[in-house]
């Protein structure tokens, strides 16, 4: 197998977890994600940032559960039946987020995927950029188009939340 074979075989290997959060659909690079786990409530901690909702054990390993929601200043999720916690990797640490439910896995091509528009946000680089899927997500209607549905793919390590982990776990 020559280098280029390699790298076009590596290319059609990614793959993303797509969720929804409130009517946005997310992306997080598959390689990030440990495992998808059914909403418990977290222990509470005190002080730390409102978006750190507390520690849950995972497997006898502490894990801060985050509001991802919260942590994009948007209003906290409504918990619900599909509500769940992405675990996560970040550089090594393990962080869990509340989303409001897992919709699929899609493979991409790093050719299809689109810069972020630059304008003028409160955090740069939380969107490391956007990706039209084919429309079997059911999100809201601001996702969806004719076309097929915008994914927002989230740079985990720009959300910066590996610096309040420390506090968390």
């Known amino acids: 197998m020559t280098p280029t074979n390699v790298e076009a075989i590596a290319a059609a290997d990614r793959k993303i ?11 997080i690079d598959m390689k990030s994600l440990i495992e998808i786990r059914e909403w418990e409530e977290p222990t509470p901690l005190p002080s730390v940032p409102h978006f750190i909702r507390g520690v849950t054990n995972l497997r006898g390993t502490v894990v801060p559960v985050v509001g991802l929601s919260e942590r994009l200043g948007w209003e906290p999720s409504v918990l619900h039946s599909r509500s769940c916690i992405l675990v996560v990797n970040i550089s090594g640490k393990r962080a869990g987020f509340l989303v409001d439910h897992v919709a699929d896995i899609i493979p991409i091509d790093d050719a299809d995927i689109q810069p972020a528009p630059d304008v003028e946000v409160g955090e740069q680089g939380i969107i490391s950029g956007l990706v039209q899927v084919p429309n079997k997500i059911q999100a809201g209607d601001e996702a969806s188009t004719e076309s097929g549905t915008m994914v927002l793919l989230l740079d985990l390590e720009a959300l910066n939340v590996t610096g309040h982990l420390d506090l968390a776990a």
């Open 17 to 27: 977890v797509t969720f929804i959060l409130g009517k946005q659909v997310f992306g």
